[in-house]
């Protein structure tokens, strides 16, 4: 099992950025893949960015050029920084890990982008 830990999230104006973190119970090493998904009201989650243990990085079409994902093994922890924030963007932002076929989801923080 993993636990997973995110925060950062806030409101905050279009064009503006934030940094989200997520910290694991365990050696991010040990676990096949971590993301970060996002689900706004009324949608479906969907994938933001995600990055292998191999250190191998996807990003959604939606994303690309706008947002980062990083990863500290040190400290066990993602992070995802986002730029050039657009009201859009506004979701709950959840993260996620899969060991071997199970995933683990954190309880999300919630990311709110005013026009």
């Known amino acids: 099992q993993v636990q997973l830990v995110e925060s950062g999230g806030d409101l905050v104006q279009a064009g503006g950025s934030l940094r989200l973190s997520c910290a694991a119970s365990?050696?991010?090493?040990?676990?096949?893949?971590m993301g970060w998904y996002r689900q706004a009201t009324g949608k479906q989650r969907e994938l933001v960015a995600r990055?292998?243990?191999?250190?191998?990085?996807y990003y959604a079409d939606s994303v690309k050029g706008r947002f980062t994902c990083s990863r500290d093994n040190a400290k066990n922890t993602v992070y995802l920084q986002m730029n050039s924030l657009k009201p859009e963007d506004t979701a709950v932002y959840y993260c996620a890990a899969t060991v071997g076929v199970i995933d683990y989801w954190g309880q999300g923080t919630q990311v709110t982008v005013s026009s």
């Open positions: 365990r050696s991010i090493f040990s676990l096949n893949r």
């Open positions: 990055i292998s243990t191999g250190g191998a990085i």
